[in-house]
């Protein structure tokens, strides 16, 4: 009962990379399907923490009459999208959360919403 409690406590945090990777799966699970337009992909300069530059996808869609605007790291998923083809103005699907819209994703290791 101790060594369990113990056990229980003393467990690492998760990384900021394994709450994403649960966030994308949980979307993949609850989430709806709505259409988006791809703004920009951009990359950001390396962080002292990190080997690689970050990239973004930059996408809006438009839930009950709200227009979201968000950005998904894309970084860990690179190697099943071709950031060249994502250009201003492509057409996505988005799979959002429905009880909170703003909560969002293009592509996870299991859907791709990218319509290329």
Sequence with gaps: MVLGAYALLRRKPKT???Q??????WLDGVGR????TVID?????????QRTPATLLIYK?????VSYECSQDVTHLRQWINLHS??????????YD?????????I???WMGLRQ
Excluded at 41 to 49: D, M, N, P
Excluded at 98 to 106: A, R, T
């Design 108 to 110: 996870s290791e299991s």
């Design 41 to 49: 992909v951009q990359e950001l300069a390396a962080a002292e923490s």
């Design 16 to 18: 900021s990379a394994e």
């Design 20 to 25: 994403e990777r649960e966030r994308r799966l």
């Design 86 to 95: 994502c250009r201003l103005g492509l057409h996505t699907s988005v799979k």
């Design 61 to 65: 869609y438009d839930v009950a009459g």
């Design 98 to 106: 429905p009880q909170n819209p703003g909560n969002s994703l293009v």
């Design 33 to 36: 399907i709505t259409d988006g």
